[in-house]
Antibody, heavy 118, light 113 residues
Framework: QVQLVESGGGVVQPGKSLILSCAASGFTFSNYAMHWVRQAPGKGLEWVAVIWYDGNNKYYADSLKGRFTISRDNSKNTLYLQMNSLRAEDTAVYYC???????????WGQGTLVTVSS | DIVMTQSPDSLAVSLGERATINCKSSQSLLYSSNNKNYLAWYQQKPGQPPKLLIYWASTRESGVPDRFSGSGSGTDFTLTISSLQAEDVAVYYC?????????FGPGTKVDIK
């Protein structure tokens, strides 16, 4: 069955960087686009970024202003999110999610919590 | 960017009664070449990741009970729970996937009255 397992979250100081990973299994990872979605404590869902199946196209939410980079390693079935210049407002649970092939998200990981605090 | 709004923010419905959630997009989500609306609905229960319920505005995901239905086209969409069950208590989000940027609605919380 499809499994997505995020890791790399934790407490980080403002201005620092962090890399999140998402290990995928149970499907042919290299055939599907993948997304990151975040959810601040007690708030709604915010789409962060998408990377196409081959890694050649990447798109980001305008609100990120170039601070985040999505990438993938299809040989390792792993999705990444490099987060730079972190701010308090980046505090959230970060989910990785598999694209259905249409743009909606059919499988989600359990999420990893990132807390930006001094 | 396409902005998504939802109404109401929350609602409380008696068990077995109908719950209706509305979602509106700032531009049409209907792609003329395939006549499909690029709109999905998700359910999120406390402490869990979201779960896909509906895509293409009205296609139920495999395994989703048929009391959940989606309707609408263009900019106005509705998620209906025909007979609310206790396990349906959750927050429901719409999401547009028209183009290369994706956005979610702010969510609607559904409770039992």
């Amino acid at each position: 069955q499809v499994q997505l397992v995020e890791s790399g979250g934790g407490v980080v100081q403002p201005g620092k960087s962090l890399i999140l990973s998402c290990a995928a299994s149970g499907f042919t990872f290299s055939n599907y686009a993948m997304h990151w979605v975040r959810q601040a404590p007690g708030k709604g869902l915010e789409w962060v970024a998408v990377i196409w199946y081959d890694g050649n196209n990447k798109y980001y939410a305008d609100s990120l202003k170039g601070r985040f980079t999505i990438s993938r390693d299809n040989s390792k079935n792993t999705l990444y999110l490099q987060m730079n210049s972190l701010r308090a407002e980046d505090t959230a649970v970060y989910y990785c999610a598999k694209d259905y092939g249409t743009g909606c998200l059919d499988y989600w990981g359990q999420g990893t919590l990132v807390t930006v605090s001094s | 960017d396409i902005v998504m709004t939802q109404s109401p923010d929350s609602l409380a419905v008696s068990l077995g009664e109908r719950a209706t959630i509305n979602c509106k997009s700032s531009q049409s989500l209907l792609y003329s070449s395939n006549n499909k609306n690029y709109l999905a609905w998700y359910q999120q229960k406390p402490g869990q990741p979201p779960k896909l319920l509906i895509y293409w505005a009205s296609t139920r995901e495999s395994g989703v009970p048929d009391r959940f239905s989606g309707s609408g086209s263009g900019t106005d969409f509705t998620l209906t729970i025909s007979s609310l069950q206790a396990e349906d208590v959750a927050v429901y989000y719409c999401q547009q996937y028209y183009g290369t940027l994706f956005t979610f609605g702010p969510g609607t919380k559904v409770d039992i009255k």
